[in-house]
């Protein structure tokens, strides 16, 4: 039986973030399945071990050789990575592998896997799931924050050395694919903005992510029963929002628009769901009609997609949210931004609402005008439950994984 290597760079816990869960998701879906081909999932982890989840699916755990962690003093918040250039024992392990899968392009594994591959002959394939150039630009100017004025005048502001970082990730992220059989991208939108030649293009196919059809659907819901829950009156609106509670994901940003609705006597409640990152500032922003309500179950998160008025997700920096698949598969109306959810939005006020303009005026104008059109919402809640169809996570892998490996293998 043929062995696949699939590398996630990051670590696996409770509270990872989407990149984590997609490749969790996906093998619990096929866990059960005669694959052909036996697949050992690596993660990071604080101790080394081995989890066998499925007939012929295995987690291996390893420990990082310097742990993004060492960054957390410089407010470096982001799932934690490998800094290391290599991982020598992962390198001497792959070995024994008939394929090997990146899950980034550019930490640690990724490195290893290239090394791995040329050296022993191993075809290479690669995902793209989250955008990390976007991430860095961010916290490279968040660190130089922490210095005095003139550091983040001079290496920002006139140097510009958060974009000279990005760009110099993107260019990475290029170089990697031409060590790749194939790569598969979340969307469209990333291929041009990552600016891939023609040379490289052929190598690139699309990738889409699934939804876990037993949990996220259109259901009856006790609203009631949630209402009393999260002590909500029966006049109020639910705004609702799912991911880590973080201002890289909007989180604050919807307090401030949650602010702006109350100052317009607007009766509404805001349920953020997620790691508690930045939930303070949320409150000090939106007070006390904020409710956080931490990480919970898939479950729960699914009713609350089912009762709320809308679901706001604000963030930037978002290849395709995992989260708005799951709200539409509820029907709940989703209000995102361009670059971030609305890559998940096919036709704007039909599927969904994109707002280009990210000012909390502005957001709050447009959940003010939509909270105030029963037919609007009404039609575009029938419209997204009887169009949307999202794949299951086992079709995800078949259609764009298994088959292919299968032919680059044979």
């Not at 490998?82 to 392009?105: A, E, G, R, V, Y």
């Not at 998160?301 to 920096?317: E, G, H, Q, R, T």
Request: aromatic share 10%; charged share 30%; net charge positive.
């Amino acid at each position: 039986m043929k062995k696949i290597a699939i590398l996630v760079d990051l670590e696996l816990k409770g509270t990872a973030g989407g990149h984590v869960k997609f490749w969790e998701r996906i093998s619990y879906s096929i866990r059960n399945l005669n694959l052909g081909v036996s697949i050992t999932i690596f993660f990071l982890g604080k101790k080394v071990q081995k989890k066998k989840i499925g007939k012929h699916i295995t987690f291996c755990i390893i420990k990082p050789t310097l742990s993004s962690e060492i960054l957390i003093p410089f407010g470096v918040d982001a799932d934690s990575t490998d800094l290391f250039p290599i991982n020598l024992k992962l390198l001497f392990i792959l070995k024994d592998f008939d394929l090997i899968h990146s899950t980034d392009q550019l930490f640690s594994m990724a490195t290893t896997a290239t090394i791995a591959s040329r050296v022993w002959k191993i075809p290479l394939t690669t995902s793209l799931h989250t955008d990390t150039p976007s991430y860095t630009e961010y916290y490279v100017k968040k660190i130089f924050k922490k210095f005095p004025n003139f550091f983040f005048y001079f290496f920002i502001e006139k140097l510009k050395l958060h974009k000279k970082i990005q760009n110099n990730q993107k260019k990475k992220l290029r170089n990697y694919l031409k060590y790749c059989e194939e790569a598969m991208i979340n969307d469209h939108i990333s291929i041009k903005s990552l600016e891939f030649p023609e040379s490289l293009k052929k190598k690139i196919s699309k990738l889409s992510r699934g939804v876990n059809k037993a949990i996220f659907y259109k259901k009856k819901v006790s609203k009631e029963k949630v209402l009393r829950k999260y002590n909500i009156q029966k006049n109020e609106k639910i705004l609702f929002f799912c991911g880590r509670i973080h201002e890289l994901k909007g989180a604050v940003f919807l307090s401030e628009v949650h602010n702006i609705l109350k100052k317009n006597n607007v009766k509404v409640v805001s349920i953020l769901a997620g790691q508690d990152i930045h939930g303070e500032k949320c409150l000090e922003k939106g007070g006390d009609k904020i409710r956080l309500i931490g990480h919970v179950e898939e479950s729960q998160v699914a009713d609350l997609y089912n009762i709320c008025d809308l679901f706001v997700f604000p963030s930037k920096y978002e290849i395709g949210p995992q989260v708005v698949l799951e709200a539409k598969a509820c029907g709940a109306i989703c209000l995102v931004s361009p670059s971030g959810g609305g890559k998940r939005i096919k036709k704007n006020g039909v599927d969904g609402i994109i707002i280009d303009d990210y000012a909390p005026n502005v957001w709050a104008k447009n959940i003010i005008k939509i909270l105030g059109d029963r037919k609007k919402t009404v039609f575009m809640k029938r419209k997204i439950l009887k169009e949307f169809k999202p794949l299951s996570w086992e079709d995800v892998f078949n259609k764009y994984f298994l088959c292919k490996w299968n032919k680059i293998i044979k």
